[in-house]
């Protein structure tokens, strides 16, 4: 079956610098989703990318989906304490389900 | 309602027991959707359902777990003879368009 990892598994950065996290798919997708779930919490929609190439920007959020519809990814700018969490990509298999990442954790050392 | 409400947030129970884990889905969301999560793993496809009918039951782990949609609306995840591997946030979320809405969870711990 489909398999999404994300790189790294684990960021520790401090405030005010950048992060990034990297998901690779072993198959093509249709669309790339991201989600962010905050320690405790549920998994939140943050977007979703379909087209081959495309970026999308969300404040200080930069997505991208790779050329070959393979790969994704996160960049934060400055990040902010309320960053803190851990974000997953994922990606359809078949028409429907949606398969997760491993995510990425992220803390921030103030 | 607002949001997917799951219930029970907690649910601890002993080896071998029965039990049943109820989510009630964003009114008019056609899509049903269950995972489970590990602590520190990402959430795992269990069963998802278009209407009543179960379109993917591929996640499902043994013939333990069951889920039923009966109406198109709430839907429950049932597991029988529990085992202590199951212990793990079970997470329903909902759609319409694609984007998924998930409930809080429920914690399911097996003693």
């Known amino acids: 079956g489909q398999q999404v990892m994300q790189i790294p598994q684990y960021q520790h950065v401090q405030e005010g610098e950048d992060f990034t996290t990297y998901c690779n798919s072993s198959?093509?997708?249709?669309?790339i989703q991201w989600y962010k779930q905050r320690p405790g919490g549920h998994p939140v929609f943050l977007i979703q990318l379909v087209k081959s190439g495309e970026v999308k920007k969300q404040k200080r959020l930069t997505f991208q989906f790779g050329e070959a519809k393979k790969n994704s990814s996160l960049h934060i700018t400055a990040t902010q304490t309320t960053d803190v969490g851990t974000y997953f990509c994922a990606g359809p298999e078949g028409n429907e389900k949606l398969t997760f990442g491993t995510g990425t954790r992220l803390t921030i050392i103030p | 309602g607002a949001g997917v409400s799951q219930t029970p947030s907690n649910k601890v129970t002993e080896k071998g027991k029965y039990v049943e884990l109820r989510c009630d889905p964003i009114?008019?969301?056609?899509?049903l959707y269950w995972y489970r999560q590990s602590l520190g793993q990402g959430p795992e496809f269990l069963i998802y359902?278009?209407?009543?009918?179960?379109?993917?039951d591929s996640g499902l782990p043994n013939d333990r777990f069951f889920a039923v949609r009966p109406e198109g609306s709430v839907s429950t995840l049932k597991i029988q003879r529990t085992e202590r591997g199951d212990s793990a946030v079970y997470l329903c979320?909902?759609?319409?368009?694609?984007?998924?809405?998930f409930g809080e969870g429920s914690r399911l711990t097996v003693l």
């Open positions: 359902f278009q209407g009543t009918g179960a379109a993917d």
């Open positions: 198959t093509t997708l249709s669309n």
């Open positions: 009114s008019g969301h056609t899509a």
């Open positions: 979320a909902s759609t319409l368009t694609g984007e998924l809405f």
